[in-house]
């Protein structure tokens, strides 16, 4: 074999070497850069609703959550499964709504919260809401819906109770229409 042909070989080699370790060296940092890419992107972001401020549980004062609930020109019916608990600031709740649709036809319809005193919206932080999506029910459907929320600790310590209060609003076009209506009568 020629001196060329085994520089040639050596050189070979070399770059398959360098071209392994680059390849391993890229794998390897493959996590930390997508990441980082994520990070910039804004794809690492957990929805705003789910952005607590505060994870630790006051334990030392519990606050009182009423439920209200409201239908507007809705063939529903509407109500909590609790009509209040108590939690401590910083906990995390889980609450359910029962509704039913007593039409003999889908309709859909959307929460709508409130809250009192108004300026507690503010400290009141929904991870899982049935209010963030309209709501069809066909025809007798019952449908529990989940609520899960955490009450910041920086909720002045002078609110002792807050309502929560939902009411639904029919979603227009999402219904039969007034003629099938009238024939299904």
């Not at 108590?86 to 409130?114: C, D, K, M, W, Y």
Request: with cysteine; net charge negative; glycine share 8%.
């Amino acid at each position: 074999m020629s001196e060329t042909n085994k520089s040639n070989k050596r050189t070979l080699g070399v770059l398959l070497g360098t071209l392994a370790l680059v390849m391993f060296g890229f794998g390897y940092l493959l996590v930390p850069l997508y990441d980082i890419m994520c990070d910039w992107s804004g794809q690492n972001r957990v929805g705003e609703a789910a952005e607590v401020k505060n994870t630790q549980v006051d334990k030392t004062r519990l606050v009182t959550i009423e439920f209200d609930t409201n239908i507007n020109r809705l063939p529903w019916q509407f109500k909590a499964k609790q009509g209040s608990i108590q939690v401590h600031p910083g906990e995390l709740q889980h609450v359910v709504f029962e509704v039913r649709n007593t039409e003999s036809h889908a309709v859909s319809g959307q929460a709508i919260p409130s809250y009192g005193p108004a300026y507690t919206a503010q400290f009141f932080q929904k991870l899982d809401c049935f209010c963030f999506t309209q709501q069809t029910l066909s025809a007798g459907e019952v449908r529990e819906m989940p609520v899960v929320f955490v009450i910041d600790p920086a909720l002045p310590a002078d609110v002792k109770t807050i309502t929560l209060s939902y009411t639904f609003f029919e979603v227009d076009g999402k219904s039969a229409p007034a003629a099938v209506k009238a024939v299904g009568a």
